[in-house]
């Protein structure tokens, strides 16, 4: 279809000639793709089919996508690895190659990123479980330490750390309101306590439900430092 709408809008292309060499008569017919040719498009498809799909798992929702970026990195890379290693895949295989090298050159960016681990954290599906059975543990860091593995880390034990110190963080700021800078400077910690405590009596008063009233109270008595590990 191609070659016949170029036909019928510009001519047929017959003559073609390079510097220095005698003119040929070259139809358009001479670019028409062969099976095999189109058999190559398919797979290059294949491969291009697996970075839409990820990248469409964050871009098409209106709701916010962090949570996805560990796991779609991640799934990619493992899909162009096995990909890598086919045989039907070998004209590729130096592209793939390239492709996973850049890959890993962002994935490594989230390294120190706690906020991707938090993301997942959060996410009621994902939560630590992701990590715990996706990432290497303390048998995984050691064998790699053996091995000499530059900056061998422990990355499940990394995540829990970095859950814990964020949770440490803002725990006990759990009944702040929202204010301006410079009312969250003047305010200090007791005194947003005394006041989230007597916000949180308040509300007993309004319209919740049990539920609410009893996790309320639970969340109030918990230790202002430690009461995070039992939302864990």
Same mark, same amino acid.
């Given at each position: ?79 162009? @690895? ?50 715990? @059975? ?9 064998? @790699? +330490? ?16 970095? +859950?814990?110190?964020?949770?440490? @963080? ?59 590990? +039992?939302?864990?």
């Amino acid at each position: 279809a191609f070659i016949m709408v170029a036909d019928v809008k510009f001519g047929p292309i017959t003559r073609i000639r390079r510097k220095g060499e005698p003119t040929k008569n070259i139809p358009w017919s001479a670019f028409q793709l062969s099976e095999d040719d189109w058999k190559r498009v398919k797979l290059c498809a294949d491969i291009l089919a697996d970075a839409h799909q990820y990248q469409q798992s964050a871009s098409s929702s209106r709701a916010p996508t962090l949570h996805v970026v560990i796991p779609a990195l991640e799934t990619l890379s493992s899909r162009w @690895e096995a990909k890598e290693k086919k045989t039907k895949y070998a004209i590729y295989r130096d592209a793939l190659k390239a492709a996973l090298k850049k890959l890993l050159k962002y994935y490594t960016k989230l390294d120190d990123a706690r906020a991707y681990i938090l993301a997942l954290y959060l996410h009621p599906y994902y939560k630590l479980l992701y990590i715990e @059975e996706q990432w290497g543990g303390e048998e995984d860091f050691l064998a @790699e +330490v053996m091995d000499g593995v530059p900056n061998a880390r422990n990355w499940q034990a990394f995540a829990r750390q970095t +859950v814990e110190d964020a949770l440490k @963080e803002y725990w006990p700021k759990r009944f702040q309101p929202p204010s301006s800078k410079a009312e969250k400077a003047a305010q200090s910690t007791d005194t947003s306590d005394d006041a989230a405590a007597a916000n949180a009596a308040q509300d007993d008063d309004d319209d919740s439900g049990d539920f609410d009233r009893i996790r309320r109270r639970r969340l109030l008595n918990a230790d202002s430092e430690d009461g995070w590990k +039992v939302e864990m």
